[in-house]
């Protein structure tokens, strides 16, 4: 039994509870199956900024790289341009290490409740593309001031990069209802969208079990909140993966829970996985935090390590404990941060 | 008394059906208010493509440039490509006439189901600047179906293009609650959306009645759906307002009946008037389509035209038609487009 080296950067505000929170669950799954992870911290975001300058050391990407994945809470706080907290770590991590999927699942949890009036039960993952497309360098200002002023943003599609998206995509829509959606704006004006139609329907072309269709986005984005139960497996570009995999979290009442894995598929480089909230320095050090996000983050790390019934173990337990009631107030539960990870380590 | 020229293009699908139904209720709120109205029909769309390979004649726009306002039904259908009948029409007649807002009021309706379990009254505007940005002719491919194939999509912001949609939402917010909201990225790496910010901001600094935020699309999606009820005016560039006024519509339930307005406020060029739905050429010429969103657009057109009293006329009596159980069955009711119609001029 391999050990599997982890990278654990806990960052801001509520990150700092819902990080140690999850850990401990994974260490007591980890006693329990043929698991072994060793957790290495490193204690950057905000307050190594605030020291030296910079999010993390110079050769911060070179001591990730001998991980074999990285456990993220949250970076960010008030004190910090967003612009330095994303670009000095988690922009670069995404980049350097081919993070090219971000994979959200959007999912109704008994215990969490949706803002719809239906209660069909809702059970989605979101595949965005997660390194080119829309959130390009190329860009910039002219006339900085003048009443001509400029200011442009150079969307990139490659055929790689669309290509890598789809088939990762496609594969998991044949392990699954084997029904793909592609969100496009073909019927507009812009010229990169026919070109990801394209590629997505080639590729899809080589998963015979699964049936494609291509939506509008705005169609789309409509559609999650009018008939949500009737999507498998998203695909979508950067940008529109950005805003689906948000709004399909608020459509099950789950913004607070969602979890995300930014994936290397081939294992080249580490991947990381992190909930989709952030540091939320309003409610930080109070014991409010829902760590839901960030164990079953960890569940779905777990699954990447090649962990699939101990990442079912830990996913049972953290939903098990919300059936009953156990969660934090966020989702109308009476539980701190530390009951309800109790709660959580209990039904393990 | 002076008359309006109206340009009328009914278009493709449903069009047929829902323009008459709207002029006919115009014609009579027109008997009853200071307002003339002459409406000269032209006949192009998808059945003129057909004869004329085109979808409106060379000197189309020469001609609805002699009308004040374009009422248009929906163009499009399965025979005709998107980009034809798209650029062929509509986005031409957009740009040429400088029609650089597209309003698009979201708003609960009695008599129309929303799909979210809370019932809390919504009234949003959508403001969005439609001529410019994500949507530009600049882009293309290279090495087309080479493994290193390249499609990019040039984004161009202009200071006029974004100060003049910030005027208009900014004006628009201090004649109701105040509240703008603008729509922004700018944590990330698009380069245009920190300038969209600035000139925003700049902007509402000369309306002192009026509180800014801005707010991330990814979390402004999420909130339209868990909390509808707090926003105002919303403002938002070209690709991020088409996503955003389409799930506006979904949670309100009412995308059959959601209209829309491009509009050219100074009016040195014709305003066209829109529902939000298309030609839906599966229940075209079936009594079935639900005429609300095109007689909305006439309210709206109404309005532009300096009638306000006869637009709110035109609102209440097609609002109160709704709430007494007349309603199309789209919206769970028992009426075909006729009786619908009839119920809203008995009501006018
Ligand atoms: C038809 C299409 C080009 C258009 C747009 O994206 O502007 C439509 O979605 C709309 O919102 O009017
Ligand atoms: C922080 C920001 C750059 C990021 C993104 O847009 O990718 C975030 O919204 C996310 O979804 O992880």
Known sequence: MSTHKIA??????????????????????????????????????????AEHGRMMPRDGLEQLAEHEAIFLGAVGSPSVPDAESLWGLLIPIRREFQQYINLRPVKTLDGVKSPLASKEPIDIL???????????????????GLPHETAVQETIFTRLGVARAAHYAASLAASRKGRLTSATKSNGIIHTMPFWDEVVEETTRLYPDVTLTSELVDALAAHLVLKPWTFDVIVASNLLGDILSDLGSSVTGSIGVAPSANLNPEGDFPSLFEPVHGSAPDI?????????????????????????????????????????????????????????????????
């Open 284 to 348: 930080a050090g109070k014991g409010l935090a829902n760590p839901v996000g960030q164990m079953w983050s960890g569940a779905m790390m777990l699954r990447h390590l090649g962990h699939p019934e101990a990442a079912e173990h830990l996913q049972l337990a953290f939903e098990s404990a919300l059936r009953e009631g156990h969660g934090t107030r966020d989702v109308g539960g009476p539980s701190s941060t530390s009951e309800f990870t109790a709660a959580v380590v209990a039904a393990i």
């Open 126 to 144: 979101i595949v965005r593309e997660n390194n080119e497309g829309e959130y390009s360098e190329v860009g910039g200002r002219a006339y900085r």
């Open 8 to 49: 654990v950067i806990a960052g801001d505000g509520i990150g700092k509870e819902v990080v140690p929170a999850a850990i401990e669950c994974l260490e007591r799954i980890a006693e329990l199956h043929p698991v072994s992870l060793e957790f290495n911290h490193f204690g950057w975001g905000s307050h190594y900024y």
